[in-house]
């Protein structure tokens, strides 16, 4: 099984700033990693898949990086919007997992 | 507009039986990949089942092997989730998802959920 460890496991930024949030799997996946945002009381909503690639209606301010165990979630000038939990998944292997989540909130 | 709607949860003993569904729409669902996704309260993400587009392929996280079933009715856009021998730690909202299709394996679109509660 392929574990996903996503690091910190909470985040504080002031709206405006950058925040950076980490997701190392304990094999190599290749590309096939996503990025999840689940605000409270709601469904997750697909941000970045292919470990990069924007899904559709992503605001650019959202980029993903890196390749292999190595990944990065980036949320450049963060909206009042994007206080969340964010989810890290593979999907390069069954089982599919998740990482245990960071959550960003307000500093 | 694509769409997903989960149905079936409750109130359920230990021990006991449930049948989750999740009605799709807006989309060619045969063509899909779908899944199942549950979050414990308060806790994080954790994928539950996979069904491939024709039913031929099944996939399970370890602990719900032998007890969940899912399967699928490509003619009624329907997917479904056999629980038995449902467990305390059973408790969760469940989720179901469609993969993206050609272009990613990730779940691009989510239902709102419905909770299960395994409780005497």
């Known amino acids: 099984e392929k574990v996903l460890t996503q690091s910190p496991a909470t985040l504080s930024v002031s709206p405006g700033d950058r925040a950076t949030l980490s997701c190392r799997a304990s094999q190599n996946i290749g590309s096939n990693l996503a990025w999840y945002q689940q605000r409270p009381g709601q469904a997750p909503r697909l941000l970045i898949y292919g470990a990069s690639r924007r899904a559709t209606g992503i605001p650019a301010r959202f980029s993903g990086s890196g390749s292999g165990t190595e990944f990065t979630l980036t949320i450049t000038s963060l909206q009042s919007e994007d206080f969340a939990v964010y989810y890290c998944q593979q999907y390069n292997n069954w089982p599919r997992t998740f990482g245990q989540g960071t959550k960003v909130d307000i500093k | 507009e694509v769409q997903l709607l989960e149905s079936g949860g409750g109130l359920v003993q230990p021990g006991g039986s449930l049948r989750l569904s999740c009605a799709a729409s807006?989309?060619?669902?045969?063509?899909?990949?779908m899944n199942w996704v549950r979050q414990a309260p308060g806790k994080g993400l954790e994928w539950v089942s996979s069904?491939?587009?024709?039913?031929?392929?099944?996939y399970y996280v370890e602990s719900v092997r032998g007890r969940f079933t899912i399967s699928r009715d490509n003619s009624k856009n329907t997917l479904f989730l056999q629980m038995s021998s449902l467990r305390a730690e059973d408790t969760a909202v469940y989720f179901c998802?469609?993969?993206?299709?050609?272009?990613?394996?990730?779940?691009?679109?989510w239902g709102q959920g419905t909770m299960v509660t395994v409780s005497s």
């Open positions: 069904i491939s587009a024709l039913r031929n392929n099944t």
């Open positions: 998802a469609k993969v993206g299709g050609g272009y990613t394996d990730a779940f691009d679109t």
């Open positions: 807006g989309f060619t669902f045969s063509n899909f990949v």
